[in-house]
């Protein structure tokens, strides 16, 4: 009997110890994040920083991190003072011209999500792969959803690893998906709440060009 005892109360104890393990969060990774103003021609990107030096996290109300499920975000839209610059100066064949983007060109507050389907930390050294990105743009009172690769006629964006630390990739450099033009076409929608739910609107689709570097720290 009192061996009996002896081997629930191990039992018991295993359980709880194994119950009470708590399970191992993947975290952020704080990143800085650089956009470039121009191609090595010099021939100016249709989407610019603010010539205000790179994006850091938690820095002027920043967020530049990979996300623990591997995705890249840079939101500044909380922030007071950093912007990026926007350009519709592009537009692909067919747009509605009742249909005019917000502005042609501005430097306003965005977030960048490069949703791509797995972990940006594990691509290895050299290779590369293709994302989706949405590029949330607050003008004004109104806010518009710039998206590359949901709809047809659109394009991810391609991401490639230029550098390992730790056996994770730790610095990266987004481009269009390069087709020889050195840009790739995006849907530009206008986001509004109508009875509680999310509405969107097709403003056409625009041509971007743009050069993002991202790295660890």
Known sequence: MKKTFLIFTFIAAFLALTINVPAQRVKDTPVTSTIENADQNFVPFRIQ???QGS????????ISRIQPIGDWELNMLSS???????DFGDPVAGNDPNKPPPFLSAYV????????GSDLRILANGSSQTCKMVVAV?????RYSIRFGYVAGTSQTLWTCGAEAGGKCARWRMT???????????ELLKVTTVRGKTVTESF???????GVNVTNP
């Open 109 to 116: 507050p965005v977030r960048f999500l490069a949703q791509c």
């Open 204 to 210: 056409g689709k625009y041509y971007f060009s743009f």
């Open 49 to 51: 920083s603010d010539f």
């Open 176 to 186: 269009g998906n390069t087709d020889g033009t050195g840009r790739i076409a995006a």
């Open 80 to 86: 007071a003072t950093r912007r990026a610059f926007i």
């Open 55 to 62: 994006y850091k996290n938690a820095t002027d109300s920043v």
């Open 138 to 142: 607050d003008y004004g009172a109104d």
